[in-house]
C-alpha cells in the first residue's frame, strides 16, 4: 500500500510539472452519458471517464493536492498517468491566462477600401409601439422615437461613400433600419436604383427590416424589381402573441395588417424567390411558456400560402429593453398574463429547440444553428497560441457601417446610444475608433478575458459594453455570464446530439458563418 501512494505521490508530482502556473483555462460537461473537458487554449473537447472527469475538475480549481482523496492509489496512478499522455499528445492544459487580445491588424487599409455593409437609418419615426422596442419612450438607454427622416442627399451620399470604400469588397451590402422604413419609402426605392445605376460592375445584395404594416400592393411590385433584395418581417407569430406586444399608436394590434403585407410581398415575389427573400424576426417576450411555442410553430405550419423554407429567427428581448417591457406590461395591465414573476433565467425556449432539433421544418431551426455553429466552427490548435481575438465584434467602420438619419456614423444598428465613429462629411475618424472601440475594449476586457473559459468561442461584441462614452466592465461581465450559461446548454446538446448519431451535425459544415444582413 505504501509503495503504492509513492507511486501516485510521484505521479502527481510529474503532472504538476506538465500544469501553468495558476488555474488552466477550460471547462468540463457531462450528458447522460458522457462527461467532457472542454480545453479553451487549444479549443479541443476530450472524453473522460468519471475519474478523470473528477480529476481534470480538481486541476481546473487548483486543487490538484486533494487528487489523492479521489479513489485508490492504483487507479488514480493510472488515470494521471493518461491524463499525462493526453495533455504531452494534445497539449491541453497549456495556460492559465492568455497574453493578449489581437486586434484588426491594417484598420486603415479595412475602413477604406473593404467595407462590406452599410446600413441606413432612413427614419426615427415608426408607425407602431412595441412593447419590447428599445426607441420606446420608457427605455432610457436609447433614443425614443422621432420626427426625423434621412433625407435624399444624404442617403445617396451615403451610396457614393460606400461605393468608394468598397473598392476590394467582392459583394457590397446594403441595408435600411429605423425606425419603420417604409415611412420613407421615396429614399429608400430611390437610393436603391441610385447603387444599381452607379455600380453597374458590382454585385448588390439590398435588404431591410419591417412591420410589413406599409406593404402596399404597389411596393411591393416595385420592390420586386429590385434584385438580390431580401426583406425581414417582424412577425411573433399567431395574433393572440403578435398582438400582445406589436401594437400601433392607438394600442390596436397589428398582426392582420402585418399578414396582409406578407401576403403582398410573397405574390410580389413569387413562391421560388419568396422563400429564399423572405425572412421572419421574431421576439420571445413574456410570458415564455412550451404552449406558446408550440402555437407558433402550428401557426406557421397551417400558413400554406407562405413557403415553409422561409427562415425564420427568434430571439429574447434585449437586457436593455426589459424595464420598458415592464413598463408597458404595467400600464396595459398585463403584468399577470404575461407571468412576469417568472422571467428570470428562462430556457422553455432552447428547451423546446433542443427538444425537437430533429423535426423538419421548426420555427427554431435557425435558432438551433446559430447555438451549435459556433462550436462547430471553432479553431483548434496543435500548438500553443497565447492570444484571443476581439470576441464576437467586427471590425468597426468596415464589416458594418451605419448612418444615422442625420449622417452620423456608427458602428452598426444594435449599439444603442455609444459613441459614434464619424460623419459623411468626414468620414470615419480613426483615432477615436482606436482609442474607444479597438484599445479601450481590449485593454479592459483583458482584465476577464484572460483567463476565461469562454474566450475562444465568445459573442459579445459592442453592443451593450458601454455607458456613454465609456467602456463599462461590469456591464460586459454580466452579460457574459448569460452567454456562458446558455453555451453551457448548448455545449451539452451538441454532444448529446452526436452521441445518438455522429453525423448529426455535418450540415453545419456548408454553413458559412456569417451573421445576416439587416
Same mark, same amino acid.
Given at each position: 500500500?505504501?509503495? +503504492? ?31 467532457? /473537458? ?13 475519474? &478523470? ?21 492504483? +487507479? ?19 495556460? =492559465? ?17 473593404? @467595407? ?38 444624404? &442617403? ?50 439590398? &435588404? ?26 417582424? $412577425? ?71 413557403? *415553409? ?13 426589459? #424595464? ?24 422553455? $425556449?432552447?428547451?423546446? =429547440? ?18 451549435? @455553429? ?31 438619419? +442625420? ?23 480613426? #483615432? ?26 465568445? *459573442? ?33 446538446? /451538441? ?8 453525423? &448529426?451535425?455535418?450540415?453545419?459544415? *456548408? ?8
Amino acid at each position: 500500500m505504501g509503495e +503504492n501512494n509513492q507511486i501516485l505521490q510521484e505521479m502527481i508530482k510529474e503532472l504538476q510539472k506538465k500544469l501553468p502556473d495558476g488555474r488552466p483555462i477550460g471547462i468540463t460537461f457531462s450528458t447522460e452519458e458522457k462527461k467532457y /473537458y472542454y480545453d479553451t487554449v487549444t479549443g479541443k473537447i476530450i472524453t473522460c471517464d468519471d475519474l &478523470a472527469y473528477q480529476i481534470v475538475e480538481k486541476i481546473l480549481d487548483g486543487k490538484v493536492n486533494e487528487i489523492v482523496q479521489l479513489s485508490e492509489p492504483e +487507479n488514480l496512478t493510472e488515470s494521471i498517468r493518461n491524463i499525462i499522455d493526453v495533455i504531452e499528445y494534445e497539449k491541453i492544459f497549456a495556460l =492559465s491566462k492568455f497574453e493578449k487580445m489581437v486586434d484588426f491588424g491594417e484598420y486603415e487599409d479595412l475602413i477604406q477600401n473593404q @467595407l462590406e455593409q452599410l446600413t441606413l437609418e432612413l427614419t426615427e419615426k415608426c408607425n407602431l409601439r412595441c412593447g419590447y422596442c428599445i426607441y420606446n419612450e420608457a427605455c432610457e438607454k436609447n433614443r425614443d422615437f422621432g420626427d426625423k427622416d434621412m433625407d435624399e442627399e444624404t &442617403a445617396l451620399k451615403a451610396i457614393d461613400y460606400a461605393k468608394t470604400h468598397s473598392g476590394k469588397t467582392d459583394t457590397l451590402h446594403i441595408g435600411y433600419y429605423g425606425g419603420e422604413p417604409l415611412v420613407n419609402y421615396p429614399v429608400m426605392i430611390k437610393s436603391m436604383r441610385y447603387a444599381l445605376e452607379t455600380m453597374k460592375n458590382r454585385k448588390l445584395h439590398f &435588404a431591410f427590416t419591417t412591420n410589413a404594416v406599409l406593404l402596399t400592393k404597389d411596393k411591393c411590385k416595385e420592390l420586386a424589381e429590385i434584385p438580390n433584395l431580401s426583406v425581414t418581417v417582424s $412577425l411573433d407569430g399567431p395574433e393572440k402573441w403578435h398582438d400582445f406586444y406589436r401594437r400601433n399608436m392607438h394600442g390596436d394590434g397589428s398582426f392582420h395588417q402585418t399578414l396582409q403585407g406578407i401576403k403582398n410581398l410573397v405574390d410580389a415575389f413569387g413562391y421560388d424567390r419568396a422563400k429564399e427573400n423572405i425572412l421572419f424576426s421574431m421576439v420571445y417576450a413574456p410570458p415564455y411558456s412550451e404552449e406558446r411555442l408550440e402555437e407558433t410553430q402550428k401557426f406557421f405550419e397551417e400558413l400554406k400560402w407562405l413557403p *415553409s423554407e422561409c427562415v425564420k429567427f427568434i430571439t429574447y428581448p434585449d437586457e436593455e429593453s426589459m #424595464d420598458t417591457i415592464y413598463k408597458y406590461l404595467q400600464k396595459n395591465q398585463l403584468l399577470e398574463a404575461a407571468k412576469w414573476g417568472n422571467t428570470e433565467l428562462d430556457f422553455s $425556449l432552447s428547451d423546446y =429547440s433542443h427538444k425537437h432539433e430533429k423535426q423538419p421544418g421548426m420555427f427554431t431551426e435557425k435558432l438551433m444553428t446559430d447555438s451549435y @455553429l459556433p462550436i462547430r466552427k471553432r479553431a483548434i490548435f496543435d500548438v500553443v497560441m497565447d492570444s484571443i481575438r476581439m470576441n464576437g465584434c467586427c471590425v468597426p467602420g468596415q464589416r458594418k457601417l451605419y448612418v444615422t438619419v +442625420n449622417g452620423e456614423f456608427r458602428i452598426c444598428e444594435r449599439v444603442g446610444n455609444i459613441p459614434t465613429i464619424g460623419n459623411i462629411e468626414n468620414g470615419i475618424d480613426i #483615432d477615436k475608433v482606436k482609442k474607444i472601440y479597438i484599445d479601450g475594449y481590449r485593454n479592459e476586457s483583458m482584465k476577464k478575458c484572460s483567463s476565461c473559459w469562454y474566450a475562444r468561442i465568445c *459573442s459579445i461584441c459592442y453592443c451593450g459594453c458601454y455607458t456613454g462614452e465609456k467602456f463599462d466592465l461590469g456591464k460586459k461581465t454580466e452579460m457574459c455570464e448569460e452567454r456562458k450559461a446558455s453555451c453551457l446548454r448548448s455545449l451539452k446538446a /451538441y454532444f448529446e446530439a452526436l452521441e445518438n448519431d455522429i453525423h &448529426a451535425m455535418d450540415h453545419l459544415d *456548408s454553413i458559412t458563418d456569417r451573421k445576416s444582413v439587416v
